[in-house]
Each structure stands twice: as C-alpha cells, then as structure tokens.
C-alpha cells in the first residue's frame, strides 16, 4: 500500500496543480479533487450563508433574528423554540405561538430510561461526543416515521412523522446533553428538568450553572443552528437522510461528522490554542506589539492561527460579532477575552501580510470556547457537544422540509484519476492546437 500511495500521489497532485481549471462535465478537476468547493448542488431555504454578508436565516441576518423574534422575560435573546417555528414555517411567531411550542417540547423533553443505562456503560474515558451521537442512535427504537412507514404511508406524507420525529428528538436534546455531562464530570449526580424552564432555561439548569448562562445558551444553539447545507455535519445528515433513514440514524452521523477537528471540534482546539498562547505571553498584558510577535512565531514554526479563515466567508464571521458583543457586555474584563480581542486586533494584518490565508477573519469558533470557560464551563471535550445541539435545530428543519419536497436519494456520479488525467491531455492538446 505505501508504495501504491507514494506512485499515486505525484499524479493527484499534478492534476490539482496544473489542471484545476479543466472541465469534466459542469465541474473542473479542482472541483472534483478538492472536495466539491463551490459546486451549487445542494438546495436549502433555511439558511443561505453570503461571502461578504454572512449567514442569514430565513432571509434574516443574525442581529435581525435576535430583534424580531420573541424574547423569554428577562432575557437578551429569544426563546430557541420561537427559533425553531421560525426555521421550519419561514414567519416570525407571535409570543403565543413560541409559548405554545414551549408547552409543546416540554411534553416531549423526557428522556428514556435505557439512554442513561447505556451510557453508565460505556467506558469513562469514551469522548462526549461519541456518548452523544450513541444516545441519539440508541433512540431510533421510538421513530414514528419507521412505524407508519412499514404500516405504508404516501410519499407526500413523508414530511408529517418526520416532523414528529425531529421535535421528539430535538426536545430531548438539552437533557441528554446535561446528562453526558453531568455523568462523566459531575459523579452522575443529575439535576431534574424544570417543567417551567424553557429549551435554553431548562438546559443551564439541568447542567447546574445559574443565570446567565441560560442566556449563553440561547444565543449559542441559535448561532450554531445551521450553516447552509454544504458543510460536513448538515450534508452528512442530509445525504444520510435521503435515503429515508430516519432523522435517528441521520442525526447521529451528522454528529459524527460534527466531531472532526476540521469541523465541530475546531472550537475546543482553538480554546487550547488561545491558553497556551496567554502561557507564552508569561501574565504580560496583551499588547498590539507583544502579540504580534507572538502570532508571527507561530507562523513562523509552520503551525495555523486556530479560529481564523473560514471555506466560504471572506468577512468576519457575524457569528463572532454576536458573541464578542455578549463577551462587551458582560465580560469585559475577563483576561481570556481581553487576549481573543486583541488577537482579533492583531491576527487580520499579520494572516494578510504572510499571504498564504483566503480569509484572515475569525470564524464561530474563535470566541465561543472562552465564554464556556468563563462560565464555568471548563470540560472542553464537551464543547462540540453544545455545537451538536445547536446545529440539530436547522438540520432538522432541513429534513422534515427534504421529506415535504421529495428530495431524491443524493448520488453524484465518481470518475477515476485516469479518467481525469485523460481529459487534461485532451485540454492541453487542445490549447496547442487552438495556439497553431
């Protein structure tokens, strides 16, 4: 196999080198090699994700979805299951109708019983991650899409157990989260849901951190909730999905994918990253000057800036934005933060001036962990958990709206680097006689 690999890779890399640009069919060669970058296949009304704009949900930018939906008395930010209406129908509730599905998730929030003695199970050292994704799997037993399926159902009634199954699975999301953390960090000593709390309320409580966490909570699952369908964690549900598994099976490999350290697992190595840097920093204040260099050497020593660039934003992420305004307003001066915002000072001009980065802005993931932290939340391992919850929201909406619409089975057609290889030849044999 080594020796397969090492006659295999000078060709692959030929091509992206030399013959990116060269047709096969409606795509280049980069395109096919490089991941399907940029290739519009896929089809999403939820959330559409702009270069220099950002993401905007249902046509909403971030700031306009936080000012128009409905907030929870007390709060800065609305209810997620206002959010979650808002995702699905495409029209902002009236506070009646969040408070309806309020009622409606709490009836629905229990978690059975063999969840927990399944993970009580598992090894101590299994990742929360993997923990998380094995609930939702473990699960699948209670789909009601499987059951009115075998019993024969329309097609265009796919959508309607669909939708059943995502907010049964939704609605226990947030205790099965708190449950994972409270087993492998707090004894398993489980705190009881509060009938009376809300999605975001109900899980700060469940976790055991007071006020205002409930509020971090809400802004985070509704940054995090969905980012167009391209990326790993959505595509992976989504491709998974249209094979009319149900959003059981879905879910979990979208989480699955969620948790590659290029994707969901980004934001706890960017936290690791940032501590290690105020280490090197030695209790120094951050300073314009001092983090610069400090931000050149690591460049220097051929290691990335975690947290910045992004595979289609060319902007700061508005998802940052919201969370180092949360961060102004009641973190001011945490010294984590102060580092992050120095850094998000510095960082744009020195990635600009070493030239080898798209993007030099920071992504979601460059603030996120440090408000955990702050919180009290110090389990990093446990912070893609927070993402899956989050991005479940918009995943879900998007295969209960895949079921309504009939979507197909997702099967795009493969080729073979020969195949590749051939049709660069004929480009370049072309080109020369298109130069004769």
Same mark, same amino acid.
């Given at each position: 196999?080594?020796? &397969? ?31 399907? %970058? ?36 007390? /709060?800065?930010?609305?209810?997620? @299951? ?23 998730? #709490? ?40 059951? %009115? ?93 249209? $094979? ?7 879910? /979990? $490999? ?17 936290? %690791?990253?940032?501590?290690?840097? #105020? ?9 314009? @000057? ?77 603030? /996120? ?34 079921? $309504? ?7 795009? &057609? /493969? ?22």
């Amino acid at each position: 196999m080594l020796a &397969k690999i090492q006659e295999h890779r000078p060709r692959t890399q030929k091509l992206v080198k030399e013959h990116a640009n060269v047709k096969i069919g409606e795509v280049t060669i980069g395109q096919a090699i490089g991941g399907a %970058r940029g290739v519009r296949m896929l089809v999403t009304d939820i959330s559409y994700l702009d270069p220099f704009e950002g993401i905007r949900f249902r046509g909403k930018t971030i700031p306009e979805a936080f000012a128009a939906l409905p907030k929870v008395p007390g /709060s800065d930010y609305p209810y997620v @299951e206002a959010f979650w209406w808002f995702l699905l129908t495409g029209e902002v509730p009236t506070e009646q109708q969040a408070l309806e599905v309020v009622k409606d998730f #709490q009836s629905r929030r229990a978690v059975p019983a063999y969840v927990g003695n399944m993970l009580r199970g598992m090894h101590p050292d299994t990742h929360p991650m993997t923990m998380f994704s094995a609930s939702i799997l473990s699960m699948q037993r209670e789909s009601l899409f499987v059951k %009115r399926y075998n019993e024969g159902m329309k097609k265009d009634e796919y959508w309607d157990p669909t939708y059943e199954d995502s907010t049964n699975l939704l609605a226990k999301l947030p205790s099965v989260a708190a449950m994972i953390y409270r087993l492998k960090y707090k004894d398993d000593k489980q705190i009881p849901a509060d009938p009376k709390l809300d999605f975001g309320g109900n899980f700060a409580h469940q976790m055991g951190f007071p006020k205002p966490y409930d509020d971090v909570a809400r802004m985070y699952f509704i940054l995090h909730s969905d980012h167009e369908s391209g990326n790993v964690s959505a595509h992976t549900t989504h491709l998974v999905a249209s $094979a009319l598994s149900d959003v059981y099976y879905a879910l /979990s $490999a979208g989480i699955n994918g969620l948790a590659g350290p290029l994707h969901g697992l980004a934001n706890q190595e960017v936290l %690791r990253w940032i501590m290690k840097f #105020q280490e090197k920093l030695g209790g120094k204040e951050p300073t314009e @000057e001092n983090v610069k260099q400090a931000l050149w050497d690591t460049l220097k020593a051929g290691q990335v800036i975690p947290g910045y660039g992004h595979a289609v934003l060319r902007k700061t992420d508005p998802r940052y934005i919201a969370q180092m305004e949360f961060c102004q307003k009641n973190l001011p001066n945490d010294p984590l933060f102060k580092l992050v915002n120095m850094i998000y000072k510095v960082a744009p001009g020195v990635l600009t001036e070493h030239g080898k980065t798209k993007n030099p802005w920071p992504n979601v993931d460059a603030q /996120s962990g440090v408000i955990q932290w702050y919180y009290g939340l110090k389990e990093w391992d446990f912070y893609t958990v927070l993402f899956g919850v989050g991005r479940a929201i918009g995943v879900l909406t998007n295969t209960t709206w895949d079921r $309504a619409l009939g979507y197909a089975i997702e099967r795009p &057609k /493969s080729v073979t680097t020969k195949m590749l290889e051939d049709v660069a030849s004929q480009a370049i044999k072309a080109d020369d006689l298109g130069a004769d």
